[in-house]
């Protein structure tokens, strides 16, 4: 699944900034993938771009509109139907990571076949994938897994990406979700592949390569998630990964939608996953740890840091706070 840049973001009547986090994801991210924004009448977000109508920014060359709000139970609202319809008739394919497929409305199916359009769900792959085959190839990978869920694995993996590049490094973020796939452009989302053929879907997106390269794999889920745990293995076993960072959010009592479960120790996560690795990757080793502070003062974010990385010997960062050029820099040794 590969999207056509650049793109055009729809705001739609997003209720906040929040409702927008995939299109201000790829303005932060990627902001030359960005021609502008379109917004209805009743949109609260706004990610700093110009406003441009649907004819405006065919002119400019957008290629895409991407869906980039997400609205309760994740669905294309029928007040959006018009501008989904007036970006086909102009020229545009239309991309989005709701729940409710682009696919399933026949109005809009039945316009990007006229049109020649295409119309990119990207929530569900669009190719069958072969079952993992777990062969040594050429090539380095990175992997960021978690002690929960949403503990900053896609944003610790995309600042990773970017700051390789800037230390020269030759690196590429693979994406393993929805969003990631909006943000990056072409990627699978893990958690809608049969789980048989999850590795082998990783397998597929981070192939042999130079070997100098390196994958910059997003992590989806824990091992210790009662709920997803499944897509973690798979994940890390397609992966093979020659390096992990372990992401955790320090303030949390319970595994994110399970309070009867409590987070792991950094310890034992680590361990579990090493393990789990090294079944396609005996010389797997962790590099760093990606810590999300933002629900610390700093004083005691940088305490916590300092404990851990004492600790483990590792280097320990808030990617948001003080960048990740320190993991960064343990790459150059593997």
């Known amino acids: ?157 995309l600042a990773i990406e970017k700051e390789a590049q800037k230390q020269g490094l030759n690196a590429d973020f693979r994406a393993t979700g929805q969003t990631g796939i909006l943000i990056c452009g072409e990627g699978v989302s893990a958690d809608c592949v049969v789980a048989d053929f999850i590795a082998g879907a990783i397998e597929t997106i981070a192939p042999a390569n130079s070997d100098d390269h390196w994958d910059i794999i997003e992590g989806q889920g824990s091992l210790f998630h009662p709920s997803f745990a499944g897509v973690t293995t798979g994940l890390i076993h397609g992966s093979q990964a020659d390096a992990l960072v372990l992401c955790h959010e320090p303030t949390r009592t319970h595994m994110r939608g399970v309070p009867d479960y409590s987070l792991p120790d950094i310890e034992t996560c680590m361990q579990a996953n090493l393990a789990t690795a090294s079944l396609t990757n005996p010389k797997v080793k962790f590099v760093g740890i990606s810590v999300n502070t933002s629900q610390l003062e700093e004083q005691q974010a940088l305490d916590y840091m300092a404990q851990l990385e004492a600790e483990f010997g590792l280097p320990v960062v808030d990617p948001f706070r003080q960048g990740v050029g320190r993991i960064v820099e343990q790459l150059a040794e593997l």
């Open 1 to 157: 699944m590969e999207l056509k840049k650049p793109y055009l973001l729809f705001l739609g009547d997003a209720a906040d900034q929040l409702a927008a986090k995939v299109a201000q994801g790829i303005k932060t991210w990627h902001p030359e993938y960005c021609v502008g924004q379109f917004r209805l009448p009743a949109c609260n977000a706004d990610c700093d771009l110009e406003d441009l109508s649907i004819a405006a920014a065919a002119q400019a060359g957008a290629k895409t509109l991407v869906i980039g709000v997400a609205n309760r139970g994740g669905i294309i609202s029928d007040e959006w139907i018009g501008v989904l319809v007036e970006a086909l008739e102009s020229g545009l394919d239309i991309a989005a990571g709701l729940h409710n497929k682009l696919n399933d409305i026949p109005e809009l199916v039945a316009c990007a076949q006229k049109h020649g359009r295409q119309l990119f769900d990207v929530r569900y792959p669009s190719q069958a994938y072969p079952v993992a085959n777990g062969k040594k190839r050429a090539g380095k990978r990175l992997l960021t897994v978690g002690t929960d869920c949403s503990v900053g694995k896609m944003y610790t993996s």
